[in-house]
């Protein structure tokens, strides 16, 4: 059984949502908890795989469909990074679910059902970017996901619509233009297997060829994840989007693209060649003016949401830097804030979505008062805006300190001089959220939904605030033990040498 | 010998649960402040329970857990640890009763947030006295700096408000360029265990470098020192609650500062290597031009808080000096003058808050014959003011005489001089203060209410003056203060006879 548990990670969430409408007709709240319970089942196997592959001292598990073998077949192969990002994404896609219940209280069958169908395929989409092993299979499951991403923006009500539509537009300009690259590195190699392409690359790593296709994959993966300056969609996209998913969407949609840039630079392409050194040196480029950007206009925005949205830019732009530095320090860096960055902003939009819940309304300017009305929210503010500015002893500034010793290691001064500008320019956003929380007059918000009670909100929203937090804050203390016990036995091969 | 002994943890850690229990007892107010009285206690008798073996020579290390994939997050005692843990415990346990009268009389709002974050603030100390790396001590280092930000902010008004962000400005941002130079040393160096007498060396980088990151971790290092013109935060802070200002202000956050500046002197850099790169004199005419423009300064401010706060910026620029001279003396009058600035100031700032619980007024002009109102507190106020001008058998002079001799031995006597002129603008600012309590009559009879007399802020204020006296008369009376910097100086200049003495 337990061999198996690499595709139950992708094929519980793909038949439960598939079932899901059919369980909303026959009562309500049941496809719901179907796919919760399939996300549980999900993470619940993530966490086997990742057991099984530190059990196995770093060792890939390659996982064969149908009994097809690669490079024929298709197969999932799982490595201790795309493992421990496995159990991060079910893990928060699990609370966003459980969170998502209190939204869709009122709705009837088929919105209930509607909406959890598109969570469920998201994370499926999710799971199988990271999982796979075949480049090709990788473009379903990024279309999985684009498509799911659409609807759950879609419906998050007035202006929406607009948004999800510009979205849609220039997701498939990235999605094709991922799959031209895919098919430029087909016709050079003749192969769709990751571990076979990256064989099989090496006489055309000088070829014009080869560079058109990684040109085209960075761009597509850029697009995907918001990267500087092709940001455009995002903004509007997080801000509308569907208050119980927006903690998934922007935690954990930008990752999935990240992750499948870092697999195709380090593990594929490697970076030792001309070709991937001024690319690196271009997503470097890109990556601090996101930074720098990002954080200026989300000094600007008056929307608790554009704010954290901008402030996305400016986070894939660490993690952009981190990739571009081409040392092993950067590499952690660049992990680490994945993992990071998905959760702290993952937390930071279950606030908004518990305000949005409560009052209907997100201005930055009418947050006074939320400590006494929702404690439990402004700890995870707290929390999480500490971990954003990189304050120690939350999770966010460790990945910050490998960012550090990567730019210093790679004689990057510039970023080291970015990265402390970029901290700042958050600490000012963020403290400003603080002060406005915690010492303004309380602001004459109308309850939508009112709420008496000492959480402020209802349990199944207040439980993933609280777990949430408190991730932040714990996996600062543990993230040593993952980089030296998950990330430092998968490391690319370029480092090891 | 080593030993591995969890007690600094414990030090920390009891002072952490003491600030969670506080949190959750915000309904009984009696409960929650003795949280923070028994844990201030407990934490105390840690932290003495462990100066005899650091008296002896032993060293308590404990690793809780790994920081990075390299650095351990580890606490180790050592004398100069021990020096400013030891202080920073016992004066913690008078101004807690104090901060207890102090906020009822005054009955201040958010009491609860008050001392939760006093109890973290204090955490915060006990892990930059004992930290064992330069991560771990920055953990702690920005750790105080959150945890100082509420107090600053506690009156929640507009000015409270415009102080805590000069606060937060210039904090951040000297914390950031600490975080720079961490990173830097240590991927120059490979390590970045604290060492007395320094772990870098001129081998490790070119010149340039090693000066570049010196000036960005000793620029961090004096903006919680308040060293001119990185100053600017201390007397807006003055804003916050007077217990706070004494405290936080006065011994904790402005002793780290002063305290990372010799951790980098003695512990990173070493006076060896200082020699060598031959940047440690702008330190020096920083610290001295410090010490006179703020006693001027402090001179016009008619606002008794301001005027202390302008001292507290003048003395702590001594034990910078103290250190930035590099010779054995000299350390070893710093680290005592971080013992007795510490007591005095703390004496006259609880003074000062006394003052201003029982009369409501806050500026000295009108400070018209107290002394007859409140003679005790007027006492203290003065044995205080004539130790920070440097009186004998007071504590004040035992360090000053340190840091003279320090100078002559360093070759460089005009600091001496400074350090007079110095001690002469101390009395001109301090003392007024008290011609005013003695020997000024009120003309209109305007200041005639008196608020309630409470001896939880009495009594305090006498212990921290007797032991002032004490230290001056005796300075290497239990806890031995005199024989830990004696430790202290002497492990760092071990080995380094560059200036002539032995």
């Known amino acids: ?497 | 010998m080593t030993i591995v002994d969890a007690r600094p943890f414990l030090a920390v850690g009891v002072t952490l649960f003491a600030a969670i229990l506080i949190s959750f007892s915000r309904r009984w107010p009696n409960v929650r402040e003795s949280w923070s009285a028994i844990a201030s206690v407990i934490k105390f008798g840690i932290i003495l329970s462990m100066l005899p073996g650091v008296l002896a020579g032993d060293v308590y290390t404990y690793t809780l857990c790994q920081l990075t994939d390299t650095v351990g997050f580890t606490l180790r005692t050592d004398p100069a640890g021990m020096i400013f843990a030891v202080l920073a415990s016992m004066l913690w346990v008078p101004m807690n009763f104090y901060s207890i009268g102090y906020m009822r009389c005054n009955q201040e709002r958010e009491q609860t947030g008050y001392f939760a974050a006093f109890a973290l603030c204090m955490s915060a100390v006990m892990g930059i006295a004992m930290a064992e790396n330069l991560l771990t001590f920055f953990v702690f280092y920005e750790l105080l700096t959150l945890a100082s930000y509420p107090l600053v902010l506690h009156k929640r008004n507009q000015d409270a408000l415009s102080a805590s962000r000069k606060y937060l400005i210039y904090t951040l941002i000297s914390g950031q360029l600490f975080l720079v130079g961490i990173v830097a040393v240590y991927c120059i160096a490979g390590t970045m265990s604290f060492t007395p007498g320094g772990f870098l060396n001129s081998g490790m980088a070119p010149r340039w470098v090693l000066q570049a990151i010196f000036v960005l971790m000793i620029l961090a290092g004096s903006v919680k020192a308040a060293v001119m013109p990185l100053h600017g935060w201390l007397p807006a802070a003055m804003i916050a609650p007077t217990p706070v200002s004494a405290l936080l202000h006065a011994v904790a956050v402005v002793k780290t500062g002063v305290f990372s500046v010799l951790r980098i002197i003695g512990f990173v850099f070493g006076p060896q290597l200082l020699a060598e790169i031959n940047i440690i004199d702008f330190v020096s005419w920083a610290a001295a031009g410090t010490m006179l423009v703020s006693s001027l300064i402090a001179i016009r401010q008619d606002h008794l808080k301001r005027r202390l706060a302008f001292s507290t910026i003048g003395q702590l620029s001594y034990i910078v000096l103290g250190a930035s001279l590099l010779s054995p003396l000299a350390i070893k009058g710093a680290y005592m003058h971080l013992v007795a600035h510490a007591v005095m100031k703390i004496t006259l700032f609880m003074c000062a808050g006394l003052i201003i619980a029982r009369t409501h007024r806050n500026n000295i002009s009108e400070l018209y014959g107290i002394g007859k109102k409140l003679p005790v507190t007027m006492a203290c106020f003065t044995i205080a003011s004539l130790g920070i001008a440097g009186m004998p058998f007071i504590v004040g002079f035992v360090s000053k005489w340190n840091l003279a001799l320090g100078a002559l031995q360093a070759g460089k006597p005009i600091y001496v001089l400074v350090w007079v002129a110095s001690a002469i603008l101390a009395a001109a600012y301090l003392l007024p203060v008290c011609q005013m309590a003695y020997f000024r009559d009120d003309p209109e009879e305007k200041f005639r209410k008196y608020g309630a007399h409470s001896n939880a802020m009495l009594i305090p204020i006498c212990i921290t003056t007797i032991i002032a006296i004490l230290l001056g008369v005796v300075p290497n009376i239990y806890p031995h203060f005199y024989e830990l910097s004696d430790m202290a100086a002497k492990t760092i200049c071990a080995g380094w006879t560059a200036g002539g003495w032995q």
């Open chain 1, 1 to 497: 059984m337990s061999q198996h548990a690499p595709i139950f990670i992708v094929l519980l969430p793909l038949t439960a949502a598939l079932l899901c409408m059919l369980f909303s007709r026959i009562s309500r709240n049941l496809g719901a908890y179907l796919i919760i319970a399939s996300i549980a089942g999900a993470l619940a196997s993530a966490v086997t795989v990742l057991n099984q592959v530190i059990a196995a001292g770093g060792k890939a598990i390659h996982y064969t469909m149908g009994g097809w073998m690669p490079p024929i077949g298709i197969e999932f192969v799982l490595d201790p990074l795309n493992s421990v990002l496995l159990v991060l994404i079910t893990f928060i896609s699990l609370l966003v679910s459980f969170y998502g219940l209190p939204f869709v209280k009122d709705e009837d069958w088929l919105h209930v059902g509607g909406y959890y169908t598109l969570f469920g395929l998201l994370t499926v989409g999710l799971c199988g970017m990271i999982a796979t092993g075949d480049v090709f299979n990788l473009y379903v499951y990024l279309e999985i996901m684009s498509l799911s991403g659409y609807g759950l923006i879609a419906l998050g009500g007035k202006k929406s619509m607009l948004a999800a539509f510009r979205y849609l537009l220039i997701g498939t300009i990235g999605a094709s233009l991922y799959l031209l690259g895919v098919g430029y590195l087909y016709a050079m190699t003749g192969t769709l297997n990751m571990a076979d392409l990256a064989a099989l690359i090496g006489p055309h790593l000088h070829s014009p060829l080869f560079a058109m296709a990684v040109g085209c994959l960075i761009i597509g993966f850029g697009i995907k994840m918001a990267l500087f300056p092709l940001h455009g969609w995002q903004p509007d996209a997080y801000t509308f989007s569907h208050p119980g998913a927006a903690a998934f969407i922007a935690g954990c949609m930008s990752k999935a693209p990240a992750y499948a840039m870092i697999r195709f630079v380090y593990y594929i392409f490697q970076v030792n060649n001309p070709v991937m050194r001024s690319a690196l040196d271009i997503i470097g480029i890109l990556g601090v003016g996101g930074m720098l950007i990002g954080s200026f206009m989300a000094l600007a925005m008056r929307d608790f949401r554009r704010m954290l949205a901008y402030s996305s830019v400016a986070q894939i732009g660490y993690i952009a830097m981190g990739i571009s530095m081409g040392n092993m320090y950067g590499f952690i860096g660049a992990v680490l804030h994945m993992i990071n960055h998905a959760l702290m902003k993952s937390g930071l939009f279950l606030v908004i979505g518990g305000i949005v819940y409560r009052f209907g309304v997100v201005n930055l300017y009418r947050l006074g008062g939320m400590n006494k009305k929702l404690t439990i929210s402004t700890i995870t503010v707290v929390l999480c805006a500490l971990s954003m500015i990189g304050l120690p002893p939350t999770a966010g500034f460790f990945s910050k300190w490998y960012l550090m010793m990567g730019a210093w290691t790679s004689q990057n001064y510039f970023y080291m001089v970015v990265l402390v500008i970029s901290s700042l320019l958050n600490a000012i956003y963020f403290f400003r959220i603080i002060e406005q929380m915690f010492v303004q007059r309380e602001a004459s918000l109308p309850d939508v939904h009112p709420h008496e009670g000492k959480l402020g909100l209802p349990v199944p929203m207040a439980i993933p605030l609280a777990v949430i937090g408190l991730t932040v804050l714990f996996l600062g203390w543990y993230s040593a033990d993952i980089i030296n016990g998950i990330i430092k036995l998968g490391l690319p091969e370029v480092f090891l040498r």
